[in-house]
Every structure is written in C-alpha cells, then in structure tokens.
C-alpha cells in the first residue's frame, strides 16, 4: 500500500489544479487586466492541452519506467504552476497554463498504470480506486481549500498545488519501485483500439462525465433556492456531501470489480447517475434532500470512475499508458462538454432543470454500455467471462 498513497498525492494534485482556477477567475482577471471570460480561457486552454497530449505523452514515455516518467511529469507540472504564480501578464500565464497541462498530462495515467503492475491481480481494483480516489477527493477538498487560499492571493494557490506537486514526486522517488512495462509494438499498443469495447468504454466515460458535469459545474446555481438563507456555507456542505460520495463510489466500485463481473458494475453505476441525475429537479429546492442527493450522486460518479479505467486495463493490460491517456482526454472532454452544454442549455431551460439534458447523456453512456455487452456476449461462448484473466 505504502507507494500508492504519494501516487494519489499526484492524482490530488493534478485534480486540485484543474478545477480550483474556476473559482479564482474574478480575481486572476483583476490581477492581470483582463476581463473575466479572457481569464476563463486559463482553465480552457488547460482542459483542451490535457485532452490531446494525454495519449500522445502517456504513449511517448511508455518505454520509461513509471517511477522515472511519473518524476518528469511532476517536475513539469511544478514548473508550470510556478510559472503560472510568477505570471505579471495574461499571456505568460496562458501558456504557462499549457505548460502545466503538459505535465499533468500523463499523471493520472501513468499513476494508474504504476498502481496496476505493482498491485495483485485480485486487489487491482481497489489499489486503481485508491489512486483514483486522490483525484476525486480534489473536488470535495481541493477546490474548496484552493478557494479559501486564493481568497487572500491566487497565486498563493498555484504555489500551494506546486508544492504538492513537490511533495508527490519525493514520496514517489523514495516509495515506488522501478516498474517497466512489457516491451511491445506501437502496433500492438494501438492495437485495442481497433476493438468496438474499447471505443464503447471511452465514449461512454465521455459521455457520462459530460452528463455529470453539465450539473456539478452550475451545482451553485442550482441549489441557490436551497442554500439562500440558510447557514453561509451550505454550498460548501453540499459540495462536501458529494465529494464525499464520490469516495465512497471510488473505494466501494474498486471492493466490487474485484468480486463480481465489471460489466455489471458498469452499468449499475451508469444507470445509477442516470436516475440521480434526472431527479435533481425534484431535490435541489430543499438543503436537507439536496444534501443527500448530493452524496449519494456523488458515489455513482465515482463508481463510474473506476471501473471504466478497470475494464480498460484488464482488456489490454500492455496498452495501460494508451488506453488511460486516452480514458484521460476522454473525462477532460466530458467535462469541458459538459460545462459549455450546462451553460448553452440555460439559454432555454431553468438552470434547476439541467439535470434533465445531463440524464439524457448519462442514459446514452448506460445504453452503449448495455448494447456492447450484448454483442459481447454473442461473441463469446456461453460461460466465458467479459474480461477473463
């Protein structure tokens, strides 16, 4: 266990520093004269670098050990952010930015795959959802404590993350062993991408995490009936609540897909944040049920988390790095997706109605999910698992 924990340092770190800039956009914008939508294109640009580089990178370290690929990336993404805090212009901090997603580019990934090769088979889901777990557990604390920083100067926030950063990269360089994957081909490394239940798995992570993020990004906005009035940080509480369900679905997803078949918790988890998302109309006026609902959306999505990145490396264990890079450009997107569709939507919907259009998204993800284990099952002969060893 000891060399997962600064590997869910990292995760924490990279998680804290793609979401915590949103909530210090009006005072980056004060602070480098620029208005608060140019200030936004920071998290944008931050976003979209991921996206794309998180394949490619994970795909040209591949051939270092994890240990060694993990400490370059960590020392890039401390780079950037110390960049970032430095900034005196909006157009250094914008590529400082790029430079930050860079690093964090192949993290969370190459996190993963190190969790995996030095993990038992039979534990190998709940090592991922620890790892996985320092992620989520950014948005219930992260983004809070990067905001309450923030609040006396933003750049004291990019120097808290930095550290951090700092801080994993020791903890890996003292704990984790050397891990060096098997050598294989490009072509064999692509080569699971040629398989429909790969492209179903990471088109429906996309999709779902755009359903939950079309949600969890305006969560202020739509509880604001709940929360006005009420004690000062109820938002806060909420966000707390469904941080930590989110945990909780993290660890309680890992416990399952090492006992029963993944495909079954993929589709529970699915069809969980289906339901729970298009309740949310009927939960977010009254801060006790919103408080619950919160919680318990919150696991589904952390279920979701961890078993769409399990069924990925179980498939093609020698494709890890490709295949979660790819699951990690595959969740940016679903996010930044999600937020410009929560904002379009507003155009013609109530905002305590988003939840509908991000159930439709979630209800996509399920059904793909569904079909493709059915014609799996065509394929298979009777009594074969999914994902057999």
């Given amino acids: 266990m000891r060399p997962l924990f600064p590997l869910a340092l990292a995760t924490f770190a990279v998680g804290t520093d793609a979401f915590v800039i949103a909530g210090l956009l009006p005072a980056i914008a004060a602070d480098l004269g620029v208005s608060i939508p140019a200030a936004g294109q920071l998290v944008t640009v931050f976003a ?12 040209l370290l591949s051939p270092l050990d994890r240990r060694k690929a993990l400490q370059l990336a960590l020392l890039v993404f401390v780079v950037g952010n110390v960049v970032t805090a430095l900034s005196p212009t909006y157009l250094l901090a914008l590529l400082a930015r790029t430079l930050t997603a860079l690093g964090a580019a192949t993290i969370t990934a190459t996190a993963s795959s190190a969790a995996v090769s030095i993990t038992p088979a039979e534990r190998r ?22 905001n309450l920083i923030g609040s006396v100067d933003w750049r004291l926030t990019l120097w808290a993350v930095a550290a951090l950063g700092v801080v994993a990269a020791i903890g890996i360089s003292v704990s984790l062993p050397k891990v060096v994957l098997p050598a294989t081909s490009l072509t064999a490394r692509l080569a699971p991408l040629r398989q429909p239940k790969v492209l ?8 779902v995490m755009a359903g939950h993020y079309t949600v969890y990004t305006y969560i202020g906005a739509m509880t604001t009936e709940a929360t006005t009035g009420s004690f000062p940080q109820a938002l806060t509480m909420i966000l707390f609540a469904w941080g930590a369900g989110v945990l909780v679905g993290n660890f309680f997803a890992g ?3 090492d006992k029963r078949p993944p495909l079954g918790v993929a589709v529970t988890a699915l069809a969980g944040g289906t339901v729970f998302l298009a309740i949310s109309p009927l939960t977010v006026s009254h801060l006790a049920i919103a408080f619950v609902w919160a919680a318990i959306w919150g696991a589904t999505d952390g279920m979701a988390s961890v078993v769409q990145q399990h069924r990925l490396v179980t498939f093609a264990p020698a494709s890890a790095p490709v295949l979660l890079g790819l699951n990690s450009s595959a969740i940016y997107v679903g996010v930044a997706v999600g937020g410009a569709l929560g904002g379009l939507t507003q155009d013609w919907l109530p905002v305590t109605l988003l939840g509908v259009p991000a159930a439709v998204l979630a209800l996509l993800a399920t059904t793909v999910t569904v079909a493709e284990g059915r014609a799996n099952r065509a394929r298979t002969s009777p009594g074969t698992p999914e994902y057999s060893q």
């Fill in 48 to 59: 979209l670098t991921l996206a794309v580089a998180a394949p490619i990178l994970t795909w």
């Fill in 125 to 146: 889901g709940r090592a991922m959802a620890l790892v996985i777990g320092g992620l989520t557990l950014s948005t219930a604390l992260g983004m809070p404590l990067g």
């Fill in 200 to 207: 179903t798995i990471l088109v429906a992570t996309l999709l």
């Fill in 255 to 257: 416990y399952l897909v």
